[in-house]
């Protein structure tokens, strides 16, 4: 019997086998979908998720990042990371490197979806497979979450995200969000001759046109055009429980607040890590803490930011407050750096 099956090819779930497999277990991974996967991302790994992915062996492509930039019409506020710089990497170079070192580990990827779950008595029963752990690392939208009945509400705004490339040389170190009524712009570097570029809101409409309404970003980017335009979302989603018998969630199948912070796969990769541990000591209902650990720090960040930005009166002045106390914005941000 095999000791652990990942439903979910992607970033997180990949990292899941790559520790499983550092542990010495059976693992391998289900994903209907072949080749390298992309999807609506920001782009900017944190420098928790850059050293996590290191020791893991993944070596990626991008450049460094020096740190965060808010920006706000002529008003802006920088903060520097103290420990070590992020990562700017295209998602499907990030995912291309994540396959490549599953494959160097050694780690079967099938390529079909998990379509029933079953709980046996000493295992999981995948598809009528015994496997001792299933981990469910199958996206915001998660089938395997859905089978177990561990979908619960999610209140409030319905915000979205759009994601494209510009062909051009990035023009700052920094991630930089810029900010107005409509939501959040993301700039991040992620090639020599490459920019991501992305935006979270809760109205709808074509990226190009939600750009207008960051106009010292639109003036940036001038005529150039973006490539093909890729969307998330509703970012806002909850599980009742991370854990179901032997079955655990990570990563985005496990809940999620939004991308605000930027900081998804820094937390996805170090709930990863927690799993396997659980795994590994035979103890998965540990888990359930294990996750909420993890989270808290985003988690709190996330939605004060969030409440902060639904006040009309508010939100105008978050750049202005952070331009205004420099030393709280660095320090928030480096929480955010550091290893959960």
């Known amino acids: 019997m095999r000791d ?3 439903a979910g090819g992607g970033p997180v779930g990949l990292a899941t086998a790559l520790y499983a497999a550092r542990a010495g277990l059976d693992v391998a991974v289900r994903e209907p979908r072949r080749g390298v996967i992309d999807k609506a991302c920001g782009e900017g790994l944190m420098p928790s998720a850059v050293a996590a992915l290191d020791d893991l062996g993944v070596r990626l492509d991008g450049v460094p990042i020096e740190g965060i930039r808010y920006v706000d019409g002529d008003h802006d506020a920088r903060a520097s990371f103290r420990s070590a710089p992020g990562r700017g990497v295209a998602r499907t ?9 599953v494959h160097d580990a050694g780690v079967p990827v099938e390529h079909r979806a998990v379509a029933r779950v079953e709980h046996g008595a000493g295992c999981v029963r995948v598809d009528g497979e015994a496997v001792a752990h299933l981990v469910a690392a199958d996206g915001l939208h ?5 089978l177990l009945g561990l979908d619960a509400p999610a209140h409030g705004r319905r915000r979205f995200g759009l994601n494209a490339h510009l062909p051009t040389q990035p023009w700052t170190s920094y991630v930089e969000v810029h900010w107005s009524p ?5 700039v991040t570097p992620v090639g020599e001759a490459c920019v991501g570029v992305a935006v979270l809101t809760d109205r709808p409409g ?11 970003l639109r003036r940036r980017l001038g005529t150039a055009e973006l490539t093909r335009t890729r969307g998330a979302g509703p ?35 170090a709930q990863a890590r927690a799993a396997v541990d659980r795994v590994v000591t035979g103890d998965p209902g540990g888990y359930e803490d294990d ?4 989270t808290r720090r985003h988690d709190l960040i996330t939605r004060a930011l969030l409440t902060a930005g639904r006040h009309p009166t508010v939100r105008p002045r978050i750049v202005h407050a952070a331009a205004a106390l420099p030393g709280l914005f660095e320090s928030v941000v480096n929480q955010l750096a550091r290893p959960a």
Do not use: C
Request: glycine share 10%; no cysteine; net charge positive.
């Open 4 to 6: 652990l099956l990942v």
């Open 235 to 269: 970012l806002r989603q909850r599980s009742r429980a991370r854990v179901q018998g032997r079955v655990l969630l990570v990563g985005d199948a496990a809940g999620y607040v939004d991308a605000l912070t930027g900081e998804g796969i820094a937390v996805g990769l």
């Open 291 to 294: 996750w909420r650990r993890v």
């Open 142 to 146: 998660s089938p395997t979450r859905r």
């Open 206 to 216: 074509r990226l190009v046109d939600l750009l207008a309404h960051f106009p010292t």
């Open 93 to 101: 170079a990030l995912h291309a490197a994540l396959l490549d070192a």
């Open 182 to 186: 409509l939501g959040e712009a993301y």
